[in-house]
């Protein structure tokens, strides 16, 4: 089997000039040292990785106003990847719903293998670069939207074809690797290769590769949301209250950002139909829910500017 001989051959070789695979020798010892020497040690590695985040910090602003503009026409962000880079990307998107109040198609991840992937591996899933294609086409992606694969390696057959099919309609892409010079970076429009490293067990990128692919991507959808208006002062005004402890948080923010009383607060939020930035818009101005919702709605979502422009009108004495 000559062919597989040497397709073996080359896969070792482009794992051998991985940072993410490779060993270093002060780690040979891991499993005679004490417990507190371990957690000393992986710390001391972990804490690498917002340094080296921060380092991308040019092309992860780039991202994020690719992202924004294409949201404000009406566009989606969409995630691709396999394994635990699919996984990160999955959570992400599961919960901006929650968080921002989204509509659950605005983010999107798909991953290698599919559903059944969350949780448990499914084998040479990431080896299949039409697959991405497929799932984008059915979404029906189009050039209003963001296309972000994410990789480890910077190598995934997955990720590469369907960042190479997303380029192709125009859709913005955006490529998340832990390697510098990686595939995914030179297919994509915009690469953000956080260079980690060796991971403190030599190749598995769950560790320092995952870790660092979770910072990015809290950035491009938090950030693309406060500029989109979902936040106010620094707090979630856009949040579902879902559950008994999202209602309390619900009740606790208004209170805060208003100055209101807990039964104002309540009040105004069953006015408002639970949005917590009616319910405060309705409280700084007096304006009536249909008012409020109205110059919500003129001012794009953005309360600060429909705060000015209804007039906060003036605390009591």
Do not use: W
């Not at 690498?48 to 994020?64: G, L, W």
């Not at 209003?144 to 960042?163: F, K, N, Q």
């Not at 002062?233 to 309390?248: F, Q, S």
């Amino acid at each position: 089997m000559p062919n597989d001989d040497n397709r073996l051959h080359d896969l070792l070789e482009v794992l051998s000039s991985l940072g993410t695979e490779a060993s270093t020798t002060e780690r040979g010892d891991l499993d005679l040292l004490p417990t507190a020497e371990l957690v000393r040690r992986m710390n001391a590695e972990d804490r690498r990785v917002a340094e080296a985040v921060a380092e991308r910090s040019v092309e992860i602003a780039a991202a994020v106003d690719g992202i924004t503009a294409r949201f404000r026409r009406g566009g989606r962000l969409i995630y691709i990847g396999a394994g635990t880079a699919g996984r990160v990307g999955v959570l992400d998107a599961s919960e901006c719903p929650p968080t921002f109040g989204t509509d659950p198609s605005m983010v999107i991840g798909l991953i290698a293998g599919g559903e059944t992937a969350i949780r448990s591996a499914v084998e040479n899933a990431e080896d299949d670069d039409h697959a991405a294609e497929a799932s984008l086409r059915g979404l029906g992606l189009s050039a209003e939207d963001t296309v972000v694969g994410i990789s480890a390696s910077g190598r995934t057959p997955y990720v590469v074809g369907g960042l190479a099919f997303a380029r192709g309609t125009g859709a913005l892409t955006v490529a998340i690797a832990s390697n510098a010079g990686s595939e995914i970076g030179e297919v994509a429009d915009i690469a953000i290769e956080v260079v980690t490293g060796p991971e403190f067990i030599s190749g598995s990128t769950r560790l320092k590769s995952g870790t660092a692919q979770k910072l990015v991507v809290n950035m491009l959808t938090t950030l693309s949301m406060i500029k989109l208006g979902k936040t106010y002062h620094g707090v979630m005004v856009d949040l579902l209250a879902t559950n008994e402890k999202l209602h309390a948080r619900s009740v606790r923010t208004v209170t805060e950002l208003t100055g209101a009383s807990v039964d104002e607060a309540a009040a105004a939020l069953a006015a408002a139909e639970g949005s917590v930035k009616l319910a405060i818009l309705m409280l700084l101005t007096g304006a009536g829910a249909a008012s409020a919702a109205n110059a919500l709605h003129e001012a794009d979502g953005i309360l600060r500017l429909a705060i000015a422009a209804q007039g906060e009108r003036p605390a009591p004495e």
